[in-house]
C-alpha cells in the first residue's frame, strides 16, 4: 500500500484541515507514517502568519524533498496562496493544492499521480480505531475573517466567509466520541462569526456550544479562540450553565494600547477589554483566560507598550501566545513607516514574556492543593509521568499507571512547574471503564 506522512505548521485551525485530509488519505486505504519516516507522499500544509512561519514552511517543503527524491511532496495552506501574492516560488514542491482546495487534496494527488488509483486498488476502506493516547480532536466549524486586522494577512487567503452546519458538526462530534475522543476543540478562523447568516442552519456559538456538549461520550469542550467583541452575554450564559465546557477563554488582546489598537483596526480599546474580562471573570471566577499579544507593532513607543503591560497584570492571564510583529506584505501595516527595531522588539517580548510567566504562576497557585479533574492525555517522554490538562487548561503531571491515559482522572495539585503544576492521584482512584463521566469530577461541581 501507498504510504503517506503529514505535517502542519501554524494554527489549530491548519492542525484540523491536516487531520481531516490524513483522514481521506487513512480511509483511502494509504498506510500513515510519521513524517521523519520514508513514505511516498508527504503532503505539507504550511502557514503565512509570521516571516519565520513562511520560512519554516519553505524548508520543510524543501528538506522532505531533498531527503525523498522519489516521494511526491504537496505543499497546501497559507504560505502558498502568500507565495503567489509575493511571487516566490518553491520548485521542490512537486504538487501546490491552492488553499480554498485543500480539503480535496487526495483527489488532487489523484488525478495528477493515478499510479497511486492502481496501487489503492486493492486496499481496505475502513476507519482505523482512534491511536492509542489520543484523547483530543478538533473540530472546524467557521472558515473566513471579514474583521481585516491591519497587520493579518488572513482575510486575503481566506476570503469566504462559512459557517458549518451545525447538523454536520454535531456528527463529527458523534463519530469522534465513538473512536474514543474525550475532548473536542473547536475551532475556526474567526469562530464568534459562526451564525446562521453563513450556514449554521440557524444556532449561533453558544448554542451550537451547548449541542456539542450534550453528544454522548463528549466529556469536554473547548474554544479555540474567540475576538473580544464576540464575547457575548449568551455566550457566557452557555459557559456558566454547561459544566462541560471548558473553563477557558482564548481572548487574543494584541495590545493593550487604545491607540496601538486603533492602527491595528481591531474593533475595541483597553476599557473595553479589561470591562469584558472583569465580565467575564464575575461570571466564571476560575476561568482561565489566555490571549495571544504582538510586540513591536509599528508606532508601539514605550508608554503604549506599558499599557500591554498593564493590561496582561490586571487580567492575570494564565498563559500568552506573545508574537513579535513582522510585515506580511500586502496589507495596511506593512506601508506604516514607524517601525520598531528589532533590539526593541526583542527587549519588549522579553519583559512581557517574564509578566506573563508571573500571571501565569499567580493563577496556577490559586489551585494548588485542590482536586482537579485531569483529561489524561500521554506520558511524558522524559520522566515516564502521566501527563494531561485542567479544564482550565492547566498542565499536570503525574504519577501513575498507562491505563489513567483517555481517561478523566482527579489529581491534587501540589506544586507548580515551569507550565503547570505536579499533583498526586487520589490513591483511591482506580478507573473502572476507559470513560469516567466528568460530570463526577467536575471543577464546577466541586465549587459548589
Ligand atoms: S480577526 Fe484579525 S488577526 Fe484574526 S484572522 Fe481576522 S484579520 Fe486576522
Redesign the pocket.
Known sequence: MPTAAFTTLGCKVNQYETQRILDDFEERGFTITEIDSPADVYVINTCSVTQSAERKSRHTVRRLARQNPQAVVVMTGCYGEMAKIKGETVEEATLIVPNHEKMRTLEHLLQAFPRFVRELADAPQVRPPRPAGRTRATIKIEDG?N???S??S??YTRRVMYSRPAAEALAEAQRLAERGYREIVITG??VGAYGAETGSGGLDLGGLLRRLARVPGIERVRLSSI?PTQVTESLLDAFAEEPKLCNHLHI?LQSGDSGVLRRMN?PYDQAFYLRLCERAYRRLPDLAITSDIMVGFPGEDRAAFENTLKVAREVGFARVHLFRYSPRPGTPAASFTDAVPDEEKEARSQELAAVCRETQQRYIARFLGRVMPVLVEEKEREGGLLAGYTENYIRVLFTGGSHLVGTVAPIELQEPTANGARGEALNSYQPEADMIPLTLVTGKAMRQ
Do not use: G, S, T, Y
Request: net charge neutral; charged share 15%.
Open positions: 475573517c474583521v481585516f486586522c497587520f493579518c488572513i482575510p478562523v474567526l475576538e487574543p481591531r
